[in-house]
């Protein structure tokens, strides 16, 4: 505790109760930097005589001839602010600009078991405050640097155990696939066929985890490379709804898409686009109730091409909308506590479609639904001419 108090402390040589105001007077003139001094008797403090408050007086017309030969006590302030040593700077703050101010403007004294230590100002005060900010910054930067190599190779340690996560997932799919085609025959006793569904089923579900884990790591280390190419903008979207088309039908929900046709051309990385497009189904489907609808739309703009994915679902809260669009982030309701993920979808589609110099903005109204709007901009559209795809 006596560290930042050293610190802060000016150990001046005080004067005693006896000494003249000339004295004093001489002490101010020899030493420019003394801005206060204490008068002490006996080690105890009997007040302090603050720089300015003493010129002033002293140096006005008859004050050499009235106080010259007068002991200081009778320009001292005596009931000036006393603080031990021991106490907390954060109290010491409190103290000095609160209650007595007059202590930041006049000076304080500093004691050690009611003994005279030395004085404080307003100077001593603020140069600590500024050392403290300092040794703050240096020790915030450190830890903001452990942390960024902490999170890089978490990242690097990921983006790297991509075969080695992915192979034996791979294996254990392309077995359990030939096993349920029953090639020497059917699979006896029955039950065994649907322990292999079921084991195809969670191979499959692990799969997208964990290919979404690193997907999310590549991006965070750097390494998230696009494949471009020419191809139509609707492509990717029917090619994600075809794949999750079941699950719209077992959800209980109607798809209805109103989407530019085959002319209009986009350069872009074709799987990486279906993914996001999975992405966002996959959402829309997980937090719409039975009976609900989802739309896919796509239509030109000014500056670019706008994908818009919504549904009328759940909803998300106002003070969540920007949260979701984090790592590992998900909406807590009954929904999603049965429907269990990563909460990696929105934050892989967003930076996905950043990486294409493209924008991912979301919009919700609780318990009416959500909207995504994706747009790319112009120079990722090779060709568009207005037209439309309608199916339910």
């Known amino acids: 505790m006596m560290s930042y108090i050293d610190q802060l402390v000016e150990c001046r040589t005080p004067v005693s109760p006896g000494t003249t105001c000339h004295e004093v007077h001489e002490l101010f003139m020899l ?7 204490a008068v002490v008797e006996d080690d105890y403090v009997a007040g302090l005589v603050n720089r300015q408050d003493f010129l002033l007086r002293y140096t006005y017309q008859l004050g050499p001839d009235l106080y010259g030969r007068r002991s200081i006590t009778h320009l001292m302030d005596a009931a000036p602010m006393v603080v031990d040593a021991g106490i907390a700077f954060e109290d010491l703050s409190d103290k000095i600009g609160g209650s007595r101010a007059s202590g930041l403007l006049r000076g304080f004294v500093v004691t050690v078991a009611g003994r005279y230590y030395g ?9 600590l405050m500024l050392d403290l900010s300092e040794n703050r910054s240096a020790a915030l930067e ?43 025959g059917p699979v006896a006793p029955t039950k065994y066929g649907e322990y292999i569904t079921d084991v195809n089923a969670s191979a499959h579900h692990l799969l997208g985890l964990i290919n979404e884990l690193l997907d999310m790591a590549k991006i965070e280390a750097g390494k998230m490379e696009l494949a471009e190419d020419e191809f139509p903008a609707r492509e990717p979207v029917l090619q994600a709804v075809n794949m999750l088309k079941q699950q719209v039908a ?25 993914q996001v497009v999975i992405n966002l189904l996959s959402n829309a489907i997980k937090f719409t109730p039975r009976g609900g609808r989802i739309l896919i739309q796509s239509d030109r703009l000014p500056d670019g091409l706008r994908l818009t994915v919504s549904d009328t679902g759940i909803g998300i809260p106002a003070d969540r909308l920007e949260r979701v669009l984090e790592p590992f982030e998900q909406v807590e309701n009954a929904m999603s506590r049965t429907r269990p993920g990563t909460g990696l979808g929105l934050p892989l589609s967003k930076a996905m479609v950043e990486a294409h110099g493209g924008t991912l903005s979301l919009s919700s109204t609780l318990g009416e639904g959500t909207r995504v709007d994706i747009v790319l901009p112009a120079e990722r559209i090779v060709m568009a001419r207005l037209g439309t795809i309608n199916a339910a």
Request: net charge negative.
């Open 31 to 37: 030493d420019p930097d003394a801005l206060c001094v």
């Open 119 to 127: 004085v404080g100002t307003a100077l001593t005060l603020l140069r």
């Open 142 to 184: 450190v830890e903001r640097l452990r942390v960024e190599e902490a999170n890089r190779s978490k990242t690097e340690f990921l983006a790297s155990m991509s075969h080695e996560l992915r192979t034996p997932l791979n294996a254990i799919i392309g077995f359990t696939d030939f096993i349920a085609s029953e090639p020497f």
């Open 250 to 274: 077992d959800a209980g929900l109607t798809l209805h898409m109103d989407l530019l046709d085959e002319t209009a051309l986009i350069f872009a990385d074709k799987q990486m686009t279906r």
